[in-house]
């Protein structure tokens, strides 16, 4: 089958319409990957054995460790092939994985080392191992980047204008002035917050035997400090955080904090998509045409933004296999049931689907400019905004009923310059300066301090 044919064929959309996505996800939460990565984590438990364990058999191979890390780091297509062959027999997926080391042993004439492939493991040692790794380097080598591109875009834009006033809307209906860089900075500093919340959760693991408890490995090797071994191998060999305390399996409880950071992320994502959309339904952005592309089926005029219409539809998809997941992964009967590993084979959908999502606001974005004419326009059109500053400039002098004056001049209506004008000239206890303010005041400029936030250095 063909890459057309297959992509045609696909039941997922990640995996056939965006398969994109599925090419650069596809290293880290594929059914492959997971493969590739309890290889990983059983020739490293093997080498941590040789390295750490005062053993005849253990230390006749410390001159012969490349040959053994060869295993994985030449993990093949063809490594896979076998490994599920092997896996049609035996019904299990990491005995599967023992297995093929061993054979691999074998051909390498080290048939006595077999004996400690997987020594002391239960099966969710090597799984929950491996699912942190490919947490940790999908996030590191693709989400994050492409969420850092999401924020650096905000950044770019709020710089290049900051001085592009426009009029705000509260409740959907006009308000205080604002900039479009302002307004961008604001997503700018929501989306780098988002991620420095995920980067800063601790990816655990555990290595700590059937009920979490060391018993097998504690048995054959009884004067070891397997509590600290283990703790060691994990951060050491693995190179993820050490989780003291389980069951049978990892609690999962990072993974959730991790989805649900990803959920923010994508909530702060729609929600700049809806003002988009909105601001694009109002003209303040221009989209701009490609040539070939068609807008609708039967009117020639349209221009959509479908790209940000289909970021919002695939946050809610990742949004609600996030939910899912992180409903589901910290329950488990007693010392363990399976439920947890079917679940877990889904979050590559969670990751896919928002990766997706970033795609398309930032495709959207590209096409747009800012409608500066527009903009221009309908703050000429708003004067009535002004009631803001000068009943706030007449509270300064004491005015008590400020707020109600202002409201019975402009409250349902359409104010002009000269309406403003007029009044500003009947407030004789102004100093000149003051009064000078507000006369000089428009629309455009009563944007505050908008444009230096729009381009301030803010620390998170």
Known sequence: MN??????MALCPLDGRYSAIQAALGPYFSEYALVRYRVHVEIQWLKFLIENIEHPILTNYHDRLAEIEAIDI???EAAFQRIKEIEATTRHDVKAVEYYIDGRLEELGYKDL???VHIGCTSEDINNTSYGCMLRDGLAKVWLPKAKEVAATMEKWAVEHQDDAMLAHTHGQPATPTTIGKEFKVYAYRFQSSIENIENIQIKAKFNGATGNYSAILTAFPNEDWPALAKRF??????????????????????????????????VLVDFDVDMWLYISMEYFKQIPVKGEVGSSTMPH???????????????????????????????????????????RN???????SLQAMNETLNGL?????????????????WEVLAE?????????????????????TRGKNISREDILAFADQLDMLSSQDHQTLVEMTPASYTGLASELAKKEIDH
């Not at 539809?313 to 609600?320: E, P, Q």
């Not at 979050?347 to 689907?353: D, E, N, S, W």
């Not at 706030?392 to 001049?409: C, E, F």
């Open 366 to 382: 590209a096409k747009c400019v800012v409608n500066k004419e527009k903009l221009a326009s309908d703050l000429n059109e708003k």
């Open 3 to 8: 890459k057309l044919e297959f992509e045609s």
């Open 389 to 409: 500053p000068i009943q706030t400039m007449l509270r300064k002098y004491g005015v008590p009923d400020a707020y109600d004056i202002l409201k019975s001049l």
């Open 347 to 353: 979050l590559g959908l969670a990751f896919g689907y």
């Open 114 to 116: 077999i004996s400690f």
């Open 74 to 76: 030449q993990f093949d």
């Open 234 to 267: 994990v951060e050491d060999y693995l190179h993820l955080a050490f989780n003291p305390l389980t069951t049978q399996i990892e609690s999962h409880d990072y993974t959730c904090h991790i989805l649900d950071g990803i959920r923010h992320f994508n909530n």
């Open 302 to 344: 349209k221009v959509n933004p479908i790209r940000f219409e289909n970021s919002e539809a695939n946050v809610d998809l990742s949004n609600h296999i996030c939910v899912a997941l992180s409903n589901k992964l910290p329950r488990s009967r007693m010392q363990r049931d399976l439920s947890d590993s079917s679940s877990q």
